[in-house]
């Protein structure tokens, strides 16, 4: 959807073309195709990625840090550099990590920009040979990357640990100065470009095709189980990553280290080789779990396993150890310990997790194409099948009502009373 509505403003005889047209003759025009196009659209698409983690650490940021440093006579560049950034750091490597492997599997929109990646040779080899020996190679070759790129983010971290106390921070307001002249328009950016154009785009398309059957009654069915398949998967995520993320922080020998580097494995392969490999697995040997609801959330553990992990892994990180002894050492059992001051302590990285992994299934297509059980649509699904026959009215439709689906969590995760009700 992303991908289709900037081509719509920035290709040629789009409506910045068009625009530019009205005062200049400009017959022609800068390819949108590519790899400006991709870089473009992908920045936009994982901007959240990293966003929404760093607003999930500054809800517990401890700002008393940062007047105990410029009462010490920091400035504030010092400040940023011996507090702020400490704190934040693994928060971003983790939304980095996620970016990258995300990039790394994308297949819709750079096939509909036409930049050949991984993902789009896998599925050429897999549509257009007999032998699937090619797709094994190129899917191998792709692990190795997604290993290259867990190597190079566990060697940016900082042996040394920092942590914040605090599990409510106060908002506050800092002067910027002239400087606000310069950070406003950047931080509109992402605003603009990735949800007010792409969203005046459907909206568009909705009225060039008013009049016409915007198949309103079509779209209830899948939203429905749209909202049902995503809420379980990623309540079943998010639950799963907890026993995982204990054993990964408690450092068992090399069991946390393979549990840590090989659950991002799936977010690195394209969703299609993931799927095949349940397909044939489950008909070799689990046929009777075969096109069920089982299969599909098995599938999407997989594939967004690590979008669950990076957030709740880095609100666990700045967690001071003391506490966790304090509570032991008052007789709290392990058990107790955990809930009372691991899992709440860490809640705003549990939430993010889980409204990342809902986001990501709502908009999640291959899975859902081929694990799904016979006649199950969702709203990906929906919008798939309406763009490739062309009926841009119903695209339009059921893309404005995902939206407001994966709008609203995200709404409620960044709004201040949540913030007070988890800090409570």
């Known amino acids: 959807m992303m991908a289709t509505t900037q081509i719509e403003i920035w290709s040629k005889n789009g409506w910045v073309h068009n625009f530019l047209k009205l005062f200049f003759e400009m017959e022609t025009f800068p390819s949108f195709y590519g790899l400006v196009g991709s870089v473009f659209v992908l920045s936009l698409i994982t901007f959240p990625y990293v966003y929404i983690g760093l607003a999930a650490m500054f809800r517990r940021f401890d700002y008393q840090m940062i007047d105990a440093s410029k009462t010490l006579g920091d400035n504030s560049f010092q400040t ?3 507090i702020i950034f400490p704190l934040v750091r693994p928060t971003i490597v983790a939304g980095s990590l996620l970016v990258s492997l995300y990039v790394l599997s994308d297949f819709g929109a750079v096939s509909l920009l036409r930049f050949n990646t991984f993902t789009i040779a896998i599925f050429n080899r897999m549509y ?35 942590f914040s106390n605090s599990n409510l921070s106060k908002n506050k307001k800092a002067d910027l100065g002239i400087w606000k002249w310069v950070l406003l ?65 408690k450092k068992i020998r090399i069991l946390s280290f393979v549990i840590d580097k090989v659950s991002y494995i799936g977010l690195s392969l394209p969703g299609i080789i993931v799927s095949m490999s ?40 700045q967690i001071d150890p003391k506490l966790e002894d304090a509570s032991l050492t008052l007789g709290a059992g392990r058990i107790k310990t955990y809930v009372n ?84």
């Open 80 to 82: 940023t550099r011996k």
């Open 128 to 162: 257009n040979s007999i032998s699937n020996y090619g797709v094994l190679e190129i899917s191998l070759l792709a692990i190795l990357f997604c290993f290259i790129i867990l190597f190079i983010e566990s060697r940016t971290k900082n042996e040394a640990r920092h």
């Open 185 to 249: 328009p950047i931080s509109l950016i992402p605003l603009i470009f990735g949800f007010i154009l792409p969203i005046s785009v459907l909206i568009y398309w909705l009225i060039i095709g008013f009049g016409e059957d915007t198949g309103f009654r079509d779209v209830i069915q899948p939203t429905i189980n749209t909202i049902m398949i995503s809420s379980v998967s990623a309540l079943f995520i998010t639950l799963v990553s907890i026993p995982l993320l204990i054993t990964i922080n």
């Open 278 to 317: 349940l397909v044939f697995f489950c008909i070799d040997y689990f046929d009777y779990i075969y096109q069920t609801f089982i299969v599909l959330v098995l599938g999407y553990f997989i594939s967004f396993l690590p979008a669950a992990l990076g957030p709740i892994k880095s609100s666990m990180s």
């Open 341 to 424: 001051v691991i899992i709440k302590l860490s809640s705003p990285g549990f939430i993010y997790g889980g409204v990342l992994v809902f986001i990501l299934c709502l908009k999640e297509l291959p899975a859902t194409l081929i694990l799904s059980p016979i006649g199950f649509q969702t709203l990906a699904t929906e919008i798939w099948s309406n763009a490739s026959e062309a009926f841009f009215v119903k695209t339009a439709l059921a893309s404005i009502v995902l939206v407001i689906i994966a709008g609203v969590p995200s709404y409620i995760f960044m709004s201040n009373d949540l913030s007070k009700r988890l800090g409570n």
